[in-house]
């Protein structure tokens, strides 16, 4: 319910307001569905709702990313897979201060611990990057943008990701992960999205 909820306000406010930088319309819009969900979970019923989000906002050449929690977007060139976002949670607090490797982050008892969430507080921080589309020739490979929840990335490797995204079209790379992660435990929600970008960021 969060997640739909979050959803709808981010589209309704992208589609209700003038023209803003990129910046300023991913922010607002992930801030009104914060307030709309600290709203809800004024409701007794629904005082443990809370959900992640990770947008990206295309203008041009343009590509404004923003994150809030543990959804993640990863960038696919060439063979290789790299991760843009860095996680709101307190293992990653951990691996920033030296405490924990980040190859022990996943497995940590606290792993899905967030620092920060839609919903959880009023004042909430929305982590905003900035990237620019730069055409290459035919020969060089063009990027994939993956987008991602934690369902996906904590049952499949960056590896499998990078593979499904390398060798298969966006739709069927997408199916084919969301299998994986299922056959797997599929335990949290499942929900990725691959976007072919017509260039490098």
Known sequence: ????????????????????????????????????????????????????????????????????GDSRAYIVRDGAIQQVTIDHTYVQTLVDAGQIRPEEALSHPQAHVLTRA??????????????????????????????CTDGLYSLVSEGEIESAVSRNTPQTACANLVELAKSRGGFDNITLSIIPIPGQL
């Not at 959803?7 to 309704?12: G, S």
């Not at 507080?121 to 994939?144: A, H, M, N, R």
Request: glycine residues 6%; without cysteine; aromatic residues 8%.
């Open 1 to 68: 319910l969060a997640a739909q909820l979050a959803l709808d306000a981010i589209r309704r406010d992208l589609e209700s307001f003038p023209a803003r930088s990129p910046e300023q319309a991913l922010k607002s819009a992930i801030l009104q569905a914060n307030r709309i969900i600290v709203l809800r979970r004024q409701n007794p019923a629904f005082a443990g709702m809370g959900t992640t989000v990770v947008a990206a906002l295309f203008q041009r050449a343009e590509v404004v990313l923003g994150h809030v």
């Open 118 to 147: 839609i919903g959880s507080e009023p004042g909430l921080e929305v982590t905003l990057q900035k990237f620019w589309i730069w055409q290459v020739s035919q020969e060089e490979p063009g990027d994939f943008l993956v987008l």
